[in-house]
Nanobody
Framework: VQLVESGGGLVQPGGSLQLFCAAS????????MGWYRQAPGKQRELVAN???????NYGESVEGRFTMSRITSRNEVALQMNSLKPEDTAVYYC??????????????WGQGTQVTVSS
């Protein structure tokens, strides 16, 4: 299963950006899909994910500012990021876990997209 990310870039503090991630391949199910991020010198942290039953989870540092949505018919997720802060600067990685059509489990990651919040 392959993941392709888009969006990201440079934005001023207080601004907004939107990220997209599309999954493709022999997908039978997507049981968990979302975003992690990693800033220089810091550990990778969960930003948001959506699990079976469309349960949304957000990292503490982004709750109330970021909104994740899922377009099930296209195996896509979007991450709307508002009120961005310099500390949101990081590489954002999309991930997806589930089963392929041949019932093999997969744990796929995107290539990462840079988000920079700076004046």
């Amino acid at each position: 299963v392959q993941l392709v990310e888009s969006g990201g870039g440079l934005v001023q503090p207080g601004g907004s950006l939107q990220l997209f991630c599309a999954a493709s391949g022999s997908i039978f199910s997507i049981n968990d899909m979302g975003w992690y991020r990693q800033a220089p010198g810091k550990q990778r942290e969960l930003v948001a994910n959506i699990t079976g039953g469309d349960r949304l989870n957000y990292g503490e540092s982004v709750e109330g500012r970021f909104t994740m949505s899922r377009i099930t018919s296209r195996n896509e997720v979007a991450l709307q990021m508002n009120s961005l802060k310099p500390e949101d600067t990081a590489v954002y990685y999309c991930f997806a876990r589930g089963y392929e059509s041949n019932w093999k489990p997969y744990d796929s990651w995107g290539q990462g997209t840079q988000v920079t919040v700076s004046s």
